[in-house]
């Protein structure tokens, strides 16, 4: 019999030590994810300081803005021009069927304290009367209306810089007086 109770004091205590079984299902998920979550959330916030402070340091004393280049078409100051005034009133027809009088007064802009220009442009100021007549007498009532007067002003000075001045150029072109009187 003591055999018997050996055999029973040895089933017991294997059964003790031996550890309890496993629950399955979702009691073992939630803990587990809830780990994985808590690793993730640390491993980013770790990466985040460390980002912010190395960015701290490489940056030095910069600001945080950066700047933005500003092309001179979108700058809001405008440069201020020379004008040659000497032209005169130019009195031409328009080349319609019943030709319309064409009264104009154009003054040329260029770069301020620009001497060069100045000079080239008095030089050719008969060069410059004339093209202003002729090209005005090309013109019709319909070309010389108001809202075409940019497009005007733009043929003329790119007109003058490739045609008559040569070592110069003029940034504008405007019309102190500009009349059409139809017939």
């Known amino acids: 019999m003591a055999d018997n109770d050996n055999i029973n004091l040895e089933d017991d205590s294997a ?8 629950k399955g299902g979702i009691g073992n998920l939630l803990p587990s994810l809830l780990k994985w979550v808590a690793i993730a959330l ?3 916030i770790l990466i985040v300081t460390v980002v912010i402070i190395t960015m701290k340091i490489m940056g030095g004393n ?3 803005e950066t700047a ?5 078409d979108y700058a809001g100051k405008r440069e201020i021009l020379d004008w ?3 032209l005169g009133p130019i009195r031409t027809k328009t080349s319609d069927a019943i030709p319309a009088s064409v009264i104009v007064e154009v ?3 260029y770069k301020k304290d620009d001497k060069a220009t100045s000079t080239e442009i008095t030089s050719r100021t008969i060069e410059l009367k004339d093209f202003l007549r002729r090209y005005f007498t090309e013109k019709t009532v319909t070309d010389l209306k108001p809202q075409n007067e940019e497009k005007l002003r733009i043929e003329i000075r790119n007109a003058i810089n490739d045609d008559i001045l ?3 150029r003029i940034k504008d072109v405007r019309f102190l007086q500009f009349d059409v009187v139809e017939q």
């Open 166 to 168: 040569s070592t110069s």
């Open 107 to 109: 003054v040329l802009g």
């Open 42 to 44: 640390g491993a980013i």
């Open 84 to 86: 040659y005034t000497s």
């Open 62 to 64: 910069t600001s945080a």
């Open 68 to 72: 933005i280049p500003i092309s001179e």
């Open 15 to 22: 059964a003790a030590s031996a550890p309890p079984p496993k």
